[in-house]
């Protein structure tokens, strides 16, 4: 692709992910407090979020064993899959019907998974590691950004428009303007999709099955902890909502100071952003102070994104080894799988906010230690010590797996013919009891 064509598609990328930040601000972000207004229960909003979590992590698995889907008539599906996820929030405000605003919140969970293993498809089949790293921070950085406005715009919608109209005006203005990123993703080259390969089998699974745990961990961490952080707030710490709010503002402003921050690092100095992640739910724990949550909510942004871009980074750097195919398909795989992961969890320990913190914390800690034990970019041992321990992490897990897989194939194969031997049984004394009774007559 000749510099032009790089530069262009750069732009096209920005511009796309910007459209998008207003977007999902005026649809997404306001989906928990539009389904309250309609009367929706926590435990079912929960509820839909894990059944469209899951139906999602399904087809993310499926697309993964079935990858020439994702390599033939790619322009098609990949426009189809981005503008669905967007049109699909109009019949969610057209309504109040609980199956159609299940289906439609389906749907458009299922679009966005499709959409994800397209874009990264898109960006790793067409840059070099750098163009990725780069193409990353631009990205990151514009959504940030627009997000921001995004959500400022939101808040005046819903100050000054009639409550009977004010959410479908602003979802269906929401979606429209997600369109306008449809529109700027069907500019873009997408040629180097299709002449992605796919690969039999991947170079170093070991590396793989390290780096993937390491973002599981931090991916389910940083999930758990945006569910329960603002009502512990509110709840715990009587904090006024404008301060709850307030978290996930500072959070995003950071996150763009943290693109730039950590764009043309060294992977080496992403230890900094690992270890410093620890600290969020340390200080969240210790502070009693609500207004002081809001610094640390941008602390956790800046660390935050230095970690997230770690992840997206080393699948970059061994995008050789684990197949570009692959990469794309994994990274959205983990996300659904980490939402998967932490909802539920948040929903059983409920307002048990030590173990919900503890729990945030213990994740922080072990993809720490699966990154600095075992992925030798960042490794505070030894290279060779890390690819040793890699390959030990991962012979150990397939051992297990392996095991737990056979002992439930022979309990399941015990169990049937158990229910067998019972069922002739129950015959035989069935049959038996008839012969009695002709004989007796």
């Keep these: 692709m000749a510099i032009t064509g790089i530069m262009r598609l750069k732009l096209i990328l920005t511009l796309e992910i910007a459209f998008a930040g207003i977007y999902l601000a005026l649809t997404r972000s306001l989906l928990v407090i539009y389904l309250t207004s309609i009367g929706f229960t926590v435990g079912f909003i929960s509820t839909m979020v894990v059944a469209s979590s899951t139906a999602s992590l399904i087809l993310s698995i499926i697309l993964y064993k079935s990858p020439k889907f994702v390599v033939r008539k790619v322009r098609s599906k990949f426009i189809l899959a981005h503008a669905g996820e967007r049109i699909f929030w109009i019949p969610m405000v057209l309504t109040s019907n609980i199956y159609v605003i299940t289906l439609s919140y389906m749907i458009l969970s299922m679009s966005s998974t499709i959409l994800g293993v397209f874009m990264n498809l898109l960006i790793y089949s067409s840059f070099d590691e750098a163009g990725i790293r780069d193409v990353t921070a631009k990205r990151t950085a514009a959504y940030n950004f627009t997000n921001v406005i995004g ?173 570009i195919l692959r990469s794309s398909m994994i990274m959205v795989l983990l996300s659904n799988l980490s939402q998967l992961l932490a909802t539920p969890f948040g929903i059983i320990f409920g307002q048990n906010y030590m173990i919900l913190f503890i729990s945030v914390l213990l994740l922080m800690i072990s993809s720490n230690f699966l990154a ?70």
């Design 151 to 323: 959500s400022i715009l939101s808040i005046l919608l819903l100050a000054v428009l009639p409550p009977e109209a004010k959410f479908q005006i602003i979802f269906i203005t929401g979606s429209l303007i997600g369109l306008l990123s449809t529109l700027m993703i069907s500019l873009a080259d997408m040629s180097k999709m299709e002449e992605v390969e796919i690969p039999p089998e991947i170079e170093r699974p070991e590396q793989f099955f390290s780096i993937s745990s390491f973002l599981l961990a931090f991916l389910t961490s940083n999930n758990l902890l945006g569910i329960f952080w603002q009502p512990y707030l509110m709840n715990a710490l009587n904090a006024p909502d404008y301060v709850a709010a307030g978290i996930n503002f500072a959070g995003t402003l950071a996150s763009i100071l943290g693109s730039a921050l950590w764009a043309k690092r060294s992977l080496r100095t992403f230890r900094i952003a690992l270890a410093s992640s620890i600290v969020t739910p340390i200080a969240a724990i210790l502070i009693p102070i609500p207004s002081a949550h809001i610094g640390v909510s941008a602390f956790n942004g800046v660390v935050g994104t230095g970690t997230a871009f770690l992840g997206n980074f080393l699948f970059a750097r061994y995008l050789s080894k684990f197949g």
């Design 372 to 441: 600095l034990l075992t992925i030798p970019e960042v490794a505070v041992v030894p290279a060779h010590a890390a690819r040793t321990y890699s390959y030990l992490l991962y012979t150990t897990s397939l051992t297990g797996y392996s095991f737990i897989v056979e002992t439930t194939v022979e309990a399941i194969t015990l169990t049937l013919r158990l229910l067998a031997l019972t069922l002739v049984l129950i015959i035989l004394y069935i049959l038996y009891r008839l012969v009695w009774f002709l004989a007796t007559i």
